[in-house]
């Protein structure tokens, strides 16, 4: 198989198309950016090429496929896609990096077979959702805001009192994604801090914490504020 014009063409169109939408993940500070999703358009092309022209068939002896390699670029992106999903305590991150990842794919093998308005389209679409759809969540759907607040919750309680306590806590906030002791040795009274940290969706977190807290332990020594890590 030669290297023509027309597959160095594809090539080009797919790295432009996928580097549109990868841009765009750069600039929000996501784990897969630019050269990511670059990368992954790039490679769906190659094998899309690869799997129309790498390997002929003959047409008259068998049933030919030409997407027979292709077709696993689909399922084989869900490796990376799934590599970019996290989670901590009861959030889930990087979904929409793992679907825009996924899309970059079907850019790169569009390229490939050669349908570039296609994958043009694909990714201005995909643009469009990433920055007008996201500016008209924050602006008209205010309590649907998936950026997360980070607290920082400390209660003291009886060095006795840890274990039941904690059961309380986890119980009562979900959102815990880290839960750590830090004892006073110069305390005579067998205190012992309980810190913890949370992300919560909540429009008013502090207050939101400390209610559930104060609500659930009924103690005095309560202290909520923002975690700036």
């Given at each position: 198989m030669e290297i023509g014009v027309d597959f160095i063409v594809k090539v080009l169109f797919s790295m432009l198309y996928g580097a549109l939408i990868g841009v765009e993940r750069e600039?929000?500070?996501?784990?897969?950016?630019?050269?990511?999703?670059?990368?992954?358009?790039?490679?769906?092309?190659v094998f899309t090429i690869l799997s129309i022209y790498g390997f002929p068939v003959d047409t008259e002896r068998y049933n030919a496929d030409p997407a027979r390699i292709a077709a696993q670029v689909v399922t084989g992106i869900g490796f990376i896609g799934g590599g970019?999903?996290?989670?901590?305590?009861?959030?889930?991150?990087?979904i929409t990096t793992a679907a825009t990842l996924w899309l970059s794919a079907s850019v790169g093998m569009a390229c490939g077979a050669g349908f570039y308005l296609l994958g043009a389209l694909c990714s201005l679409f995909a643009l469009f959702t990433l920055v007008v759809i996201r500016f008209m969540e924050f602006k008209f759907f205010p309590k649907s805001n998936k950026t997360a607040s980070k607290i920082k919750a400390q209660i003291i309680v009886k060095d006795n009192q840890?274990?039941?306590?904690?059961?309380i806590i986890l119980k009562s906030i979900p959102e815990i994604y880290?839960?750590?002791?830090?004892?006073d040795e110069r305390d005579l009274n067998d205190n012992v801090k309980i810190i913890l940290k949370i992300n919560t969706y909540s429009l008013n977190p502090v207050k939101y914490i400390y209610n559930k807290l104060n609500n659930r332990l009924k103690v005095d020594n309560i202290v909520v504020s923002e975690l700036d890590e």
């Open positions: 600039v929000t500070n996501k784990f897969a950016g630019l050269r990511t999703h670059i990368l992954v358009s790039l490679g769906a092309c970019t999903v996290l989670r901590m305590g009861n959030n889930i991150y990087g840890i274990k039941k306590t904690e059961d880290e839960i750590s002791h830090k004892r």
